[in-house]
Nanobody, 121 residues
Framework: QVQLVESGGGLVQAGGSLRLSCAASGRTFSSYAMGWFRQAPGKEREFVATIGRSAGSTYYADSVKGRFTISRDNAKNTVYLQMNSLKPEDTAIYYC??????????????WGQGTQVTVSS
């Protein structure tokens, strides 16, 4: 079992930056690929980024490629999402998840409660 707690969300102006963190409990953090997803009001949850168990591989949605960076620190049981050049369309609740990787929600077994990111124009 893995419990995930996100933090770092908030209100930022367009063009600004935020760094999200996701702290995981348990000793098996390094056994899981980690992902970030987001859900805007009235829309389905969508993939943002994923990182492999040893941080050797990353993959991004086209909409965030070049602006967002996912990373992890297995010693701290934490995964991060650095978000730069934020746009109003990035406004959403951001969720971290632990599982088998990929861009598919179904490949993730554990989810955090989410953190709100609001980008003003």
């Amino acid at each position: 079992q893995v419990q995930l707690v996100e933090s770092g969300g908030g209100l930022v102006q367009a063009g600004g930056s935020l760094r999200l963190s996701c702290a995981a409990s348990g000793r098996t953090f390094s056994s899981y690929a980690m992902g970030w997803f987001r859900q805007a009001p009235g829309k389905e949850r969508e993939f943002v980024a994923t990182i492999g168990r040893s941080a050797g591989s990353t993959y991004y949605a086209d909409s965030v490629k070049g602006r967002f960076t996912i990373s992890r620190d297995n010693a701290k049981n934490t995964v991060y999402l650095q978000m730069n050049s934020l746009k109003p369309e990035d406004t959403a609740i951001y969720y971290c998840a632990a599982g088998y990787g990929s861009s598919s929600l179904g490949q993730y077994d554990f989810w955090g409660q989410g953190t709100q990111v609001t980008v003003s124009s």
